[in-house]
């Protein structure tokens, strides 16, 4: 059964500072990877995906995610994090029937 | 870019009552799905539909949920008699493939049971 673990349920960091939000996927077979954030009140917009290929993804609004293999992991990524990022983030497994998603990261932004 | 839409954005229903959510996917997309998020928890799985048919479906929806497409266009999640539990957004989903590119969610429907 593929599952996702999101070990941070809530992160604060600093306008400006960089962010990295971790995310480790349990899927039998090459995954189908995706990041989604949700403002609150809102629907789940796509920041990234993972098929195949290069290992690094970019996304939009300047986010990364790095898909390791020998660590089951697809963290995200930016390298300066504004005051608009804050909200949920969602690390999701895809397989060929559905998307499983993980219990989401709330992300605080300090001034 | 295209847009998955979900009509209505809330709705608010007495328990026992049946409602319809509906869906409009993306046009040249052939997977559509329905997934639910109770306030606070996580994006949970209901069901995949393809070719006029249920793919897979849930624990979740048992025999009070159904899907349909009635037309070429929508795509719809009927909840026959609602309990309290119920109470949640549902967003509906679509893919031009079976998992691959992504899948385009629409911006859910706030279903209130009192």
């Known amino acids: 059964a593929q599952s996702v673990t999101q070990p941070d349920i809530h992160i604060t960091v600093s306008e400006g500072a960089s962010l990295e939000l971790r995310c480790n996927y349990s899927?039998?077979?090459?995954?189908?990877l995706f990041w989604y954030v949700q403002s609150p009140g809102q629907g789940l917009q796509l920041l990234l995906k993972?098929?195949?290929?290069?290992?690094l993804v970019q996304g939009i609004k300047g986010f990364e995610a790095e898909f390791k293999r020998s660590q089951s992991s697809f963290n995200l990524r930016k390298p300066s994090v504004h005051w608009s990022d804050a909200a949920e983030y969602f690390c999701a497994v895809g397989g060929y029937q559905k998307v499983t998603f993980g219990t989401g990261t709330k992300l605080q932004v300090i001034p | 870019e295209p847009e998955v839409t979900q009509t209505p954005s809330h709705q608010v229903t007495q328990m026992g009552q049946e409602v319809i959510l509906r869906c409009v996917p993306i046009?040249?997309?052939?997977?559509f799905y329905w997934y639910r998020q109770i306030l606070g928890q996580k994006v949970e799985f209901l069901v995949s539909?393809?070719?006029?048919?249920?793919?897979?479906k849930s624990e979740i929806f048992d025999d009070q949920f159904s899907v349909e497409r009635p037309d070429g266009s929508n795509f719809t999640l009927k909840i026959r008699s609602t309990k309290l539990e119920d109470s949640a957004m549902y967003f509906c989903?679509?893919?031009?493939?079976?998992?691959?590119?992504?899948?385009?969610f629409g911006s859910g429907t706030r279903l209130t049971v009192v």
């Open positions: 989903a679509s893919s031009e493939k079976m998992g691959e590119f992504g899948y385009t």
């Open positions: 899927y039998g077979a090459t995954p189908y």
């Open positions: 539909f393809y070719n006029n048919e249920i793919s897979e």
């Open positions: 993972y098929f195949s290929g290069d290992t």
């Open positions: 046009s040249n997309h052939l997977y």
